[in-house]
């Protein structure tokens, strides 16, 4: 059973490493397109290249950290509240779901988020946390 367990949150850790490093890459190659996500969803305008590249490489720093297992309490629990923030500041496009279909991809993820911050002492596979306390 701790086999499954572990093989399971590994599976989810690394899929939500996946997506928010495609968000992370983003900020570095195309600064112009994460400018308009914050302006839209966000409410943050005005911000250049250069803080893109700032909050890129603060995110890929959390997000390697995250996928190593590193401090799991922190590590989940910032990037479980900074997709909790992504999902919820897209609520205009869940009042248009035929239009919007992909924005509802957020919640699985969310979930996927939660659950490894709940269960983070038995996410061991692949982690620098060690064994899972029972």
């Known amino acids: 059973m701790t086999e499954r367990i572990s093989l399971a949150l ?3 850790r690394l899929t939500v490493f996946l ?4 968000w992370t890459i983003d ?12 302006e839209n969803f ?3 305008s005005g911000l250049g290249p250069g803080a893109f590249m700032a909050i890129g490489a603060a995110e890929l720093l959390l997000i390697l950290a995250f996928v190593a297992g ?5 590590t989940y629990g910032l990037v479980l509240l900074l997709h909790t923030v992504s ?8 009042l248009d779901p035929m239009n919007n279909l992909l924005f509802f ?6 979930a996927a ?9 038995l996410d061991t596979r692949g982690t620098l946390g060690g064994r899972a306390r029972v």
């Open 87 to 94: 999902t919820l500041s897209s609520y205009n496009q869940y």
């Open 10 to 12: 590994l599976s989810l």
């Open 42 to 44: 966000y409410g943050i």
């Open 19 to 22: 997506v928010m490093l495609m």
């Open 27 to 38: 900020k570095f190659v195309q600064a112009e397109h994460a400018a308009r996500v914050f």
């Open 113 to 121: 988020c939660f659950t490894l911050f709940l269960l983070r002492d």
């Open 105 to 110: 991809a957020a919640w699985p993820m969310l």
């Open 70 to 74: 590193f401090q799991k309490t922190v």
